[in-house]
């Protein structure tokens, strides 16, 4: 197919874009093309694309009033452009244009349709009533050499078997590197899924990947740990995203997937007694999920623990909440080294704040221990030898 000027348009946004490019790249299958009303139907009353689980139609139903009445124009057998940021996208020949209940895909996604809900409303507003399906081209699309990435890493090391990890790691605190740990300790290669949102409001993938290659580069075995950026698109919010996770590793040639206890959707259904969670409803996908410890740091044990060894109280547990710690680096504050490496926090402070200081070599000089030579000095150098006079003890 090819674009031509006289086709009728329609306008999406990054997240329709990526969950289209991940389409065409194979990483949704069973999903492999835009549904048409009787799958969407088959899809929402079985969880199942031949015999194997997806969570929720895959469709295309972009919203505004503009694609409202392109959509409701269109014949079967029609060729249109798709744009993406004001250019062309990609081009679909339509086979079916049906109504949806954007209300009803909500309730699929995110369990509910409270606007209350993180994540709920701006889904609702980027959801139109009609749904067009029909087989699509994408227009210049590069390579995705992730796929090709990940081969080489798992032929260097001869890897059995290959772990995936699905993080934002925003930011990067110890329980998460006890994690990726966790991880690797019984696996030849860990894959860790470093997700990049197109809105991203707090710390962007370039410092979460710096944060994150620090960490591997300098306390990790070399060849074992790779990082792939992940588009963060609607698709994998919700209690499904589980679900979403573990279908886009295999795909990408992981046969295991560990996720963290304290999961937004593990926890949405995790029962204690039962030991039931969303992962018992995967069916047909061919990758081991694992379910890691959650851990806390025990003022009693003086260290990182598992919840299920510590034998101490919550009152004496310190839990690792990544928004909390994120708060307190976007207020301008050193978090305790229990919680975050101070190198980490240096480098995300000096990006957070860049040329906070008046006159930062003059600030060094004087509060800081030098050994008399004149250096230059960047804000990251500052952090990280303040923290060292937070870490004194003989005063305290």
Excluded: W
């Amino acid at each position: 197919m090819t674009s031509s000027r006289k086709n009728k348009t329609l306008l999406i946004d990054q997240e329709a874009a990526s969950a289209l490019e991940l389409l065409k790249d194979g990483l949704l299958a069973p999903a492999t093309s835009l549904m048409n009303f009787k799958e969407s139907q088959n899809v929402l009353k079985t969880g199942l694309i031949n015999g194997k689980t997806f969570p929720f139609p895959f469709i295309l139903a972009p919203s505004g009033k503009v694609n409202a009445e392109v959509l409701s124009s269109l014949q079967n057998g029609e060729e249109i452009t798709i744009l993406f940021d004001n250019k062309p996208f990609a081009t679909l020949v339509v086979e079916e244009v049906f109504h949806i209940d954007p209300s009803d895909r909500i309730k699929h996604i995110y369990g509910t349709d409270d606007v209350n809900h993180p994540g709920v409303q701006a889904t609702m507003n980027r959801l139109g009533p009609l749904a067009v399906c029909g087989e699509y081209e994408l227009i210049n699309k590069s390579s995705n050499k992730n796929k090709q990435i990940i081969e080489d890493a798992k032929k260097l090391v001869e890897a059995k078997h290959t772990t995936s990890l699905v993080m934002a790691a925003n930011p990067l605190h110890r329980a998460h590197e006890r994690l990726i740990r966790q991880a690797l300790e019984n696996t030849d290669l860990l894959v860790i899924f470093l997700l990049k949102s197109s809105t991203e409001s707090n710390l962007d993938y370039d410092t979460r990947r710096e944060s994150l290659d620090f960490f591997i580069n300098n306390f990790l075995t070399k060849n074992h740990v790779i990082v792939v950026p992940l588009e963060n698109s609607y698709i994998f919010a919700g209690y499904n995203e589980i679900i979403i996770d573990a279908i886009v590793a295999k795909n990408y040639g992981c046969d295991r997937l560990t996720i963290g206890r304290n999961h937004a959707g593990l926890g949405m259904f995790y029962d204690c007694n039962s030991n039931k969670s969303i992962i018992d409803k995967v069916v047909g996908i061919d990758i081991d999920i694992t379910v890691a410890s959650e851990y806390v740091y025990c003022d009693k044990c003086t260290t990182l623990v598992s919840k299920n060894t510590c034998p101490h109280g919550q009152h004496h547990q310190i839990s690792y909440h990544a928004d909390s710690i994120l708060e307190l680096l976007e207020l301008g504050l050193l978090p305790p080294t229990m919680l975050i490496r101070k190198e980490i926090s240096a480098q995300i402070l000096s990006k957070l704040f860049p040329n906070r200081f008046k006159n930062l070599e003059k600030l060094y000089y004087d509060i800081l221990p030098v050994e008399g030579l004149l250096e230059e000095h960047t804000e990251r150098d500052f952090y990280l030898e303040l923290m060292k006079l937070y870490q004194t003890t003989s005063l305290t």
